[in-house]
Structure formats: C-alpha cells, structure tokens
C-alpha cells in the first residue's frame, strides 16, 4: 500500500513539475513574440535578396540574438557574402550579408568576357540615362591628314557597372551621382582593339533601339574600314 502511494506522489509531482515549467514558459513567451524575415528558399552566395526570397515568421524574442535581422526593409536589396549559403527557413544573420560586394561586376562576365573600363574623361558618352545590363555601341573616329574616319567599332557592349569619382558603385536609385566610370563586357579579344582605338582616336559610346534586349555579347564589326587602322 505504501508503495503504491509513493509511486503515485512520484507521477503526481513529475506531472506537477511539467505543468510549472510548461506555464512558466508560456507566460514568458506568449507574449513576446516578434515576426522576422527568413530564406523562403535556399539562397546561394553573392545572391542579391529581393521580395520573394522572404518570408515572415513569429519566434520567442528571447530565442534571437543581436546578430539577427528584424526588419524586412534591413535585408531586401543586401547580397549573401562569399562562401555563405542560407538554407530555406534560415534567419538571415548580419553577419552573413553585406550592402555592397566590390566585385559585383565581375558576376556579371560570361565566358571570354572581360571588364573593360571606360572613363568619362577619355570617352564622348551621356551617362544620364545608363543602366546596368543595358548595351551600348561603341563608334570610332580617326582624323588623318586629308580626311576623318568615323565608324561603328563594336556594338552591343553589356554595361556591369557603373562607379563614381571615388570607384564606388552607384546604385540604381542614385539619380544624382556622377558616373566617372563604366564597366562594360567585352570579348578577351577586343581589348587590344579597344586600347589602341583610345591611343589613336576618339570613341563614342551611344544607345541604340537594341540597348535593353537580352543575351547580347559584344560583337566587331568585321566590315569597317576603320578596323584596318587598328590591326
């Protein structure tokens, strides 16, 4: 009998316990929950966040430490660094994001691309309308003794940057900043082309009605008088 007792006082305070803590906990945290943003996907490095690479979620806040992002608006538009990946569902960590990567550009290269950089300072272009991933035409003119040469030198060239005085990038929303520097991708072998053409000439760079179509490349034109001047 007596042993019946003490088995049945042993069950009856666990579950006397379980309740405690269950209602502690609850009291705490009921309360204090906070709706954060997570990877609604898995989200590879260098991978710029947009709208539909989060979700919000509710957790205790005393579950989050101080490295964790809050706000959708602190993570939308960051990258995820360099050798960082996020899983679906992860926190997104400060730690693992950054504003800017200096690079940017160069993921921007296809195979036998190049970055080719085009100061304002040396180069007839109006920047006021330039745009990442946009194209533009580059035209050559050469004045000799008895008569100038002007002609297309290479068409559709990807801009994959655009930097002000300083080589900061200038973001899209920068209307104000000063463009002092466009990068544009070129073939391997159009580099040589291209500085000689500085050496010799002038280059102006102009939009064209292709400038926004996709999957373009760099492309020579093989049929210019001009491209003698520079072989």
Known sequence: MIKKVLLISINLI????????????YVTYHEDYIKVPVASHQLFQRTRIEEEDI???????????????????EVLGDYVKLSCCLAKGSL????????????????????NEVSYDLYTSEVKINTGNLSVNMCIDLY???????????DLLISDCRIIGLYDTQGRSIKAYEADARVAIVSIAVEE???????????????????????????????????????????
């Open 14 to 25: 666990c579950i006397i316990l379980c309740l405690y803590f269950s209602i502690s906990a």
């Open 55 to 73: 979700e919000m979620i509710e957790v205790p806040r005393a579950f989050l430490s101080d490295d964790v992002c809050l706000d959708r608006e």
């Open 92 to 111: 997104f960590y400060k730690g693992a994001l950054e504003e800017d990567i200096k690079d940017l550009s160069l993921t921007l290269l296809k195979e």
């Open 140 to 150: 050559l003119s050469v004045k000799q003794s008895d008569q100038t040469l002007s």
């Open 189 to 231: 072998d159009y580099v040589a082309l291209l500085n000689k053409a500085l050496l010799i000439g002038n280059l102006n760079a102009l939009s064209s009605a292709r400038s926004y179509q996709i999957d373009h490349r760099s492309l020579l034109n093989e049929d210019s008088e001009i491209l003698e001047l520079l072989r």
